[in-house]
């Protein structure tokens, strides 16, 4: 039997009916021992901090609107999910139970007039407390043994409170309490986000909840994490955009940094690393679309030696094409850079030869682009980039790459400075007039996957 993690993000329980849905899920995955790793209900933990931000608000009732609203919403979820009334009477107890000591620990707050990082971080834990004891009365009401696993037990923090790093040397030891716990139950129902220091409540940072799937699955050598989520997969383009996108099958560690890095919406790929140093695949998945396949995530070295692919693209309009030549009376390249980096909220590509120095960037910082720049001597235009993504393309003789050739030739007019293309193993940057990406980018995704 092996151990599969599988995790689900705030909207996959956002209310009874994700919730139902995710249940189906955990159902249906009897083969394995299973750990359940859930977030907070989707805008809890937003909830959470403006009611950490407003209950030290003097002459204002905001924090008992907040309270007010968590509660209202777990409890309308647990009346929603036990519709035994006899038994929903009991759940709500303990629901009321947790809601309760929230109230006492704002109040606590109140009184003392001070919150520490520590109580903050207590604060914002009560989301997955809420989300995971609402789930776990569930599942018993269902009728499956399961066993309610305090996180904080397992993933052992720095003292960092409120964007702690994990302690992987203590969460890998910890395993064996989580395989005595898998004598008795086959199931058992985490909190994502909260870890601990020497017992105090600790988080790993918005968003943390993938981080703490892929943290179990490290302590246990798990067989397989499941990000439940409430689309396909990584996709191969924006569906805003593109709306015949499809989820990629397989991709890289490397290529979902590479992703993260151009600004797509993509897992944070530090999230997953625990998991993937170990080999244990990661997919993404859709609560609300078991049909598809979804996307998994593997180690770089795993697709090494494949041909090369491109699996998706991105636009990213408005950007800037800089330019400037180099000679003998030139400033050392750091200086150049550490400019552009001052004019630019990020520096895309920057490449250089013995004549010339390119950059390729993105939103400027200030208003206007400092006169440095042009007293650098530097040529400056926008441009929309096409960035594409995936495995080993700089082998540029390949069947792919020639696609995207053939596509360059037919669209020269739409290019920026006819073809312009920079190439690495995992991105290819490809640029055009600004305001023609995005058509182009739609010629671009029905050439190379739907045809
Ligand atoms: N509930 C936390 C957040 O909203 C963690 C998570 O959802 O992953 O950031
Ligand atoms: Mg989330």
């Not at 009477?89 to 520590?118: C, H, P, W």
């Not at 179990?216 to 191969?236: H, K, L, P, R």
């Not at 690393?273 to 859709?286: E, G, M, S, T």
Request: a neutral charge; glycine letters at 4%.
């Amino acid at each position: 039997m092996g151990i599969k993690v599988l995790k689900f993000g705030g909207t996959s329980v956002a209310n009874s009916y994700a919730m139902q849905k995710a249940f189906d899920i955990v159902a249906s995955n009897n083969k394995d021992k299973t750990i359940v790793v859930l977030s907070a209900c989707s805008g809890i933990t937003d909830k959470l901090i403006s009611l950490s931000e407003t209950c030290l608000q003097k002459n204002s009732n905001e924090y008992e609107k907040i309270l007010n609203e968590i509660e209202k919403h777990h409890l309308k979820l647990v009346f929603e999910l036990f519709w035994d009334p006899d038994k929903a009477t009991t759940y709500m107890k303990s629901i009321n139970f947790i809601l309760q000591s929230l109230r006492q620990l704002i109040e606590g707050v109140r009184i003392l007039d001070e919150l520490t990082a520590k109580v903050k971080a207590e604060i914002l834990s009560y989301g997955e407390i809420l989300s995971t004891n609402v789930f776990y009365h569930y599942l018993l009401f269902r009728g499956f043994l399961c066993f309610l696993l305090d996180a904080r037990e397992i993933i052992e923090t720095d003292n960092f409170h409120t964007n702690a790093k994990p302690n992987l040397l203590k969460i890998e030891q910890n395993r064996e309490k989580i395989l005595k716990i898998f004598q008795n139950y086959d199931l058992i129902v985490t909190q994502g986000f909260i870890g601990s220091w020497k017992k105090e409540t600790t988080l790993l940072g918005r968003g943390g909840s993938d981080f703490s799937a892929s943290l179990f699955a490290y302590s246990v050598d798990a067989d397989e994490v499941q990000i439940w989520t409430d689309v396909d997969g990584i996709m191969s383009a924006d569906p805003r955009l593109i709306p015949s996108a499809k989820p990629i099958k397989t991709i890289t560690m490397d290529e979902v940094a590479e992703l993260s890095f151009f600004g797509a919406k993509v897992l944070h790929p530090e999230t997953v690393k625990p998991a993937v140093i170990k080999n244990i695949p990661v997919k993404v998945l859709n609560t609300f679309n078991t049909d598809s396949l979804g996307t998994t995530i593997v180690s770089s070295n795993s697709l090494r030696n494949h041909a090369p692919t491109i699996n998706s693209m991105i636009l990213l309009e408005n950007c800037y094409f800089l330019k400037k030549s180099l000679d003998l009376n030139s400033k050392n390249i750091a200086y150049y850079i550490s400019l552009l980096n001052d004019n630019f909220d990020k520096l895309l590509k920057i490449s250089f030869n013995q004549n010339y120095l390119y950059a390729i960037a993105k939103g400027e910082k200030y208003t206007s682009i400092d006169e440095s720049l042009t007293t650098e001597d530097f040529f400056v235009d926008r441009v929309d980039v096409l960035a594409f993504f995936g495995n080993n393309l700089s082998k540029t003789d390949s069947r792919t790459i020639g696609k995207l050739m053939k596509i360059i030739t037919k669209h020269g007019d739409k290019l920026f400075n006819h073809f312009y293309f920079i190439v690495s193993e995992k991105s290819i940057l490809l640029l055009a007039e600004q305001g023609e990406g995005k058509l182009l980018l739609q010629e671009c995704h029905s050439t190379l996957f739907e045809q």
